[in-house]
């Protein structure tokens, strides 16, 4: 089974008739880990007396582009990357009302930080481009690393090995593997469980067929591999993979 997105009711900073609503449904998904990250950051901040409230979330792959059209036009300020590069499209980002908070950016960066939530920026600023952004990078971030170490060579940065790996795992497309999205998926899941095969690029190769013949999968079918190395991941990271916390977060304070 891959990696599910599941729906979730959210406050935004859409108005109706006057009054803020949910998350539009378009947005309002999630993987599992970052749904409970939501649920408990808006329980933490209701606590306090703020309010935790998205412009943001999930982006398809048709959301991802027009909003990168809109940057690239000007009609839009913020930054948005073409898709394949953003993690919103794996449903592990969201963007934040900064002032609904009612504290500190620092101090919401310690929340965050609770329940694996990242920023994208170096330092709590809420001056900076993209302070809003937010991530729950899960086992991905294991991807990260490995590029970082010099361990997989073919993406421009370990973020976008990153953000690829992320968007793979939920079955969303990638233009960079339309041809081989499973395979990537497996090398991206190899990768995950500690496996060094080289570069996710959707090619199996010996590095690949080793570690697929560590696992006990090298004599079945691509189907049967990526099943069996989801079943581990499933039992790595189970918190990824099953929905446990409800669906609504509080709307006010």
Not at 110 to 121: C, E, H, K, M
Not at 177 to 190: D, I, P, T, V
Not at 227 to 233: A, C, H, I, Y
Request: glycine share 8%; charged share 25%.
């Amino acid at each position: 089974m891959s990696a599910i997105l599941v729906p979730i009711d959210v406050p935004s900073i859409y108005l109706h008739a006057g009054h803020k609503v949910s998350l539009p449904k378009r947005m309002a998904l999630c993987t599992p880990d970052m749904k409970m990250a939501i649920f408990r950051l808006g329980e933490a901040v209701r606590e306090k007396g703020g309010l935790f409230a998205l412009s943001d979330l999930f982006r398809s792959y048709e959301m991802q582009l027009q909003a990168a059209l809109d940057y690239e036009s000007k009609k839009k300020s913020a930054y948005s990357p073409r898709p394949g590069s953003s993690l919103h499209e794996s449903g592990r980002a969201f963007d934040v009302d900064l002032g609904g908070l009612k504290m500190g950016l620092d101090k919401f960066w310690t929340l965050a930080a609770s329940v694996g939530v990242v920023p994208i920026n170096a330092e709590p600023d809420p001056k900076l481009s993209e302070a809003w952004h937010f991530e729950c990078r899960g086992s991905h971030q294991l991807v990260y690393d490995y590029y970082k170490s010099g361990k997989g060579k073919n993406f421009k940065t370990p973020y976008a090995a990153m953000a690829a790996s992320a968007i793979l795992a939920v079955g969303i497309r990638h233009d960079r593997f339309l041809e081989n999205a499973s395979a990537a998926r497996l090398q991206s899941g190899l990768i995950r469980l500690g496996y060094e095969i080289g570069n996710l690029d959707g090619a199996i190769g010996p590095r690949s067929i080793m570690a697929l013949q560590d696992m006990g999968l090298a004599d079945t079918e691509l189907d049967q591999q990526l099943k069996g190395v989801e079943t581990k991941l499933q039992l790595r990271f189970a918190e990824e993979y099953f929905d446990s916390v409800p669906e609504e977060v509080a709307l006010a304070p």
